[in-house]
């Protein structure tokens, strides 16, 4: 190990004791599934509507979409439905939020009604077309849970690629 950089430079940090050191040693003893559970807990605990959005419609399991792990998922349309997924996006809702205007204020300009994810993907009439050609018409709330990743992905970036 004499010869090896890495440990050259970790001996010398953890004879003087270094933040360095204290790192490399906390990542020894990491424990990923502990850190994910509590992580969890946190996420399902919290009062802010944006994370109890996510936990109730979006990804009520919180587990890693099949998208992320798909090489046949474009990346725009990757993006595109990780931004619709995590709130990143320019619908009324989340324009809203930004600008702390009440909820019942965040409304879609077509429809007069709260622009929020679900409006955009099953209801808003500026999207009905696209809707219509749309492979993946389940807009249920299990609707990004579904098997087909590719599918999902496109048909979100269709719908929602004017409010990103």
């Known amino acids: 190990m004499a010869d090896n950089p890495f440990w050259f430079v970790y001996t010398k940090c953890q004879k003087k ?3 360095c050191a204290s790192y490399v040693q906390a990542l020894e003893t990491f424990d990923f599934e ?9 996420t399902r605990c919290t009062t802010r509507m ?10 009520p399991s919180l587990t890693k979409h099949t998208m992320y792990c ?8 990757r993006i595109a439905t990780t931004r619709l997924r995590l709130s990143s996006h320019n619908l009324a809702i989340e324009r809203g939020r930004w ?35 749309s492979q993946n018409p389940d807009f249920t709330s ?5 098997e087909m990743p590719d ?3 496109a ?10």
């Open 34 to 42: 502990e850190e994910h559970d509590k992580l969890r807990r946190k």
């Open 70 to 77: 798909n090489h046949d998922v474009l990346e725009q349309k």
């Open 155 to 164: 048909t979100c970036y269709t719908l929602i690629k004017h409010f990103i």
């Open 17 to 19: 004791n270094t933040p």
């Open 151 to 153: 599918v999902i992905t």
């Open 99 to 133: 600008l702390q205007k009440p909820r019942e204020e965040r409304l879609c300009s077509t429809c007069h009604v709260i622009q929020h994810e679900q409006h955009a993907l099953k209801d808003c009439t500026l999207n009905t077309e696209a809707r219509r050609s």
């Open 50 to 59: 944006k994370f109890q959005t996510f936990c109730k419609v979006i990804n």
């Open 142 to 146: 299990n609707f990004f849970a579904a």
